[in-house]
């Protein structure tokens, strides 16, 4: 039978509720919703990143096919330059000039040809230039709400923190010269517990279990030895004495 003097049983009381506090104060710090915004803004930015890659890759492709198909209009041009020159110079004899002009006119053709080529890959480049900045602008605003959300959790991480300190410095003193037998025996029921190893008896009610005990065993509870250290028969905690005229724990 453990026994603890009354005194250190009731002051039980108050490090249960600090370490209730704590298991609280520690449960918000995971559960915080701006984990939830960091994950959402960091899977958006993964969209974002990915569409920027394949629009940038898109837009360095089409400019390289635009100045390929701008050196080729310009080698047409060139060629049917040279062939109106030479169809122009005195020396030509009738058969050239006749061949040259057949040359041009289907330079001509080809050049109108190529001009369209490079006009509608132009216009693809365009396309994907315009969605290449919108990708960026889109990217740079989750940044900067990344940014914000970041700072926004760690103030809220540090609040909980400080006062997370607060309610272990404050445990300590009141822990402090506590029984160390009982001190023990409520560790170990609150790993086993949920957190929970001591209660308040109040009337015939286990705080802990919250559920009414027989009025024998209340009776034989009451009439046990102050040091006695009481187990309430339906949770396993301990249950304290004398706590009526205390505020419940919260
Ligand atoms: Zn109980």
């Known amino acids: 039978m453990t026994t603890a003097p009354a005194p250190d049983q009731l002051r039980l009381l108050d490090v249960q509720a600090l370490d209730t506090r704590a298991q609280q104060l520690a449960h918000q710090r995971r559960v915080h919703p701006a984990h939830e915004r960091?994950?959402?803004?960091?899977?958006?930015?993964?969209?974002?990143?990915?569409?920027y890659v394949t629009s940038k890759t898109a837009?360095?492709?089409?400019?390289?096919?635009?100045?390929?198909a701008e050196a080729d209009v310009e080698q047409v041009r060139t060629r049917a330059a040279r062939d109106q020159a030479r169809l122009a110079s005195a020396a030509v004899s009738a058969k050239d000039a006749q061949a040259l002009t057949h040359e041009i006119a289907a330079l001509a053709r080809r050049q109108s040809d190529l001009e369209e080529i490079e006009l509608e890959v132009m216009e693809?480049?365009?396309?994907?230039?315009?969605?290449?900045?919108?990708v960026g602008k889109a990217r740079d605003e989750v940044l900067a709400q990344q940014e914000e959300?970041?700072?926004?959790?760690e103030r809220a991480l540090a609040t909980l923190d400080e006062e997370l300190a607060q309610v272990a410095a404050e445990r300590e003193q009141v822990a402090h010269g506590l029984d160390?037998?009982?001190?023990?025996?409520?560790?170990?029921?609150r790993a086993q517990l949920g957190?929970?190893?001591?209660?308040a008896l109040r009337g015939r009610r286990c705080e802990g279990c919250r559920l009414d005990l027989n009025?024998?065993?209340?009776?034989?509870?009451?009439?046990?030895?102050?040091?006695q250290v009481?187990?309430?028969?339906e949770c396993g905690r301990i249950l304290v004495r004398g706590a009526d005229g205390r505020s419940a724990a919260s």
């Not at 009025?215 to 046990?224: F, H, L």
């Open 38 to 51: 960091a994950t959402e803004l960091a899977s958006r930015l993964a969209d974002l990143e990915a569409a």
């Open 124 to 134: 693809r480049l365009e396309a994907h230039e315009t969605t290449l900045a919108e």
């Open 230 to 233: 009481v187990r309430c028969e």
């Open 215 to 227: 009025p024998s065993d209340v009776e034989k509870i009451k009439a046990a030895p102050p040091e």
């Open 180 to 189: 160390a037998g009982l001190l023990a025996l409520y560790d170990r029921l």
């Open 59 to 68: 837009v360095s492709d089409l400019r390289r096919e635009v100045a390929k």
């Open 195 to 199: 957190g929970s190893g001591a209660a």
């Open 149 to 153: 959300a970041a700072g926004i959790l």
